[in-house]
């Protein structure tokens, strides 16, 4: 083989290889920045939840949200935000704020216009130390991630 022969074949290979990979680096790309939104939410939604504002959690609520509380209870979507304007109209009763809890060990994964994200954190109560494991399921609805279901256990 000379080796004007060699550089064709490898200029012919290079070619091929190109377009097959182009579509995988795009796709994963955009599952990085569909993670990247989904650990964001997960941060605005911490936020408006330890404030208890019920208005901030909404835009993230899909109409078909589900909560299985970490006492074992199930809401839906109008029943978790009443019971987060009950537990805002509570505080400012007593004056009485609830620290924001950090968000620990958050790992995603994302599929299809579905996304999952995992997570955990410790808050500290009167009584005891509550350690609790979260898992969201998000859906893409349009450009936007709802919050589809959350689970929540804590010991």
Request: aromatic share 6%; glycine share 4%; proline share 3%.
């Amino acid at each position: 083989m000379t080796s004007s022969s060699f550089g064709n074949a490898v200029v012919l290979l290079v070619c091929t290889c190109i377009p097959t990979s182009i579509p995988v680096l795009s796709q994963t790309a955009s599952r990085n920045a569909d993670e990247q939104k989904l650990i964001e939410i997960e941060h605005q939604l911490n936020e408006a939840d330890a404030h208890h504002n019920a208005d901030q959690l909404s835009k993230y609520l899909d109409d078909s949200y589900t909560i299985k509380s970490m006492e074992g209870k199930v809401f839906d979507k109008s029943a978790a935000l009443a019971s987060v304007r009950l537990d805002s109209e509570a505080e400012r009763k007593t004056r009485q704020s609830q620290p924001v809890p950090m968000l620990e060990g958050l790992k995603t994964a994302v599929l299809d216009g579905s996304g999952l994200v995992v997570f955990h954190f410790t808050v500290d109560t009167d009584k005891q130390t509550l350690h609790c494991q979260v898992t969201d399921t998000f859906l893409k609805r349009s450009d936007d991630w709802k919050l589809a279901g959350r689970v929540a256990t804590c010991h």
